[in-house]
């Protein structure tokens, strides 16, 4: 198992301000995976992020708006640039130790204004 | 890319009640794991079972693989057990940039009543 901490787990923006959110994992891991949740949704992956390597966008995700930073084998950042409302969401990280379980940090409960 | 669907979309129940979710998907899987979150967000563990049978007190689950679905028991419902339940799943044929994403159904809602 893996016991991931994020950070903030909630927050209040204005529009048009950005907001980098932390998620660090006690062990180390090769891929870390970050998920939106809108408001009465399920969840959507952003992005792949990989050490050492540009992070991997799904459709839909761009690097400008959701830059991602992985600097080590135990923590990356996400961050929300230029928010609108509609970036209004969950998000939470999550690691995988090779082709097995996935875990989930507590997630971060993001409101803009 | 694979598909999921979960049913039913929302349940009501007693506390005390049984109930039976189900998750099917659309292709083979490497992967298929049981979450439930919490009134505050958080995906909680249920299950990871991409095959076969667990069963973990109250909850037990069941994927038959070659039949592309995944049951999700719950008996002697209780209010805690109130939230989101959600299946997601990793494709076998999922490689490249879309190794180890996991795709999530829409999940089943499920309200317990004292």
């Known amino acids: 198992s893996a016991v991931i901490s994020q950070k903030p787990s909630r927050d209040i923006c204005q529009r048009g301000t950005s907001l980098t959110i932390q998620c660090q994992v006690d062990?180390?891991?090769?891929?870390m995976f970050w998920y939106r949740q809108q408001p009465g949704q399920s969840l959507t992956l952003i992005a792949t992020a990989n050490q050492g390597s540009e992070a991997t966008y799904e459709s839909g995700f761009v690097i400008d708006k959701f830059p991602i930073s992985r600097p080590n084998l135990t923590f990356s950042t996400l961050t929300v640039s230029n928010m609108s409302p509609e970036d209004s969401s969950i998000y939470l990280c999550s690691v995988r130790f090779g082709d097995t379980e996935a875990f989930f940090g507590q997630g971060t409960r993001l409101t803009v204004v | 890319g694979i598909q999921v669907e979960q049913s039913p979309p929302d349940l009501i129940l007693q506390e005390g009640a049984n109930s039976t979710l189900r998750c099917n998907f659309s292709d083979s899987v490497n992967n298929l794991q049981w979450f439930h979150q919490n009134p505050w967000g958080q995906l909680i563990n249920l299950f990871y079972?991409?095959?076969g049978t667990k069963q973990n007190g109250r909850l037990s689950a069941t994927t038959v693989a070659t039949e592309r679905y995944s049951l999700l028991y719950i008996s002697s419902s209780q209010t805690t057990d109130s939230g989101v339940y959600f299946c997601?799943?990793?494709?076998?044929?999922?490689?490249?940039?879309?190794?180890?994403?996991?795709?999530f159904g829409q999940g089943t809602i499920l309200t317990v009543h004292p």
């Open positions: 997601a799943v990793v494709g076998s044929s999922a490689g490249g940039t879309s190794y180890g994403k996991l795709t």
């Open positions: 062990s180390q891991v090769t891929m």
């Open positions: 079972i991409p095959s």
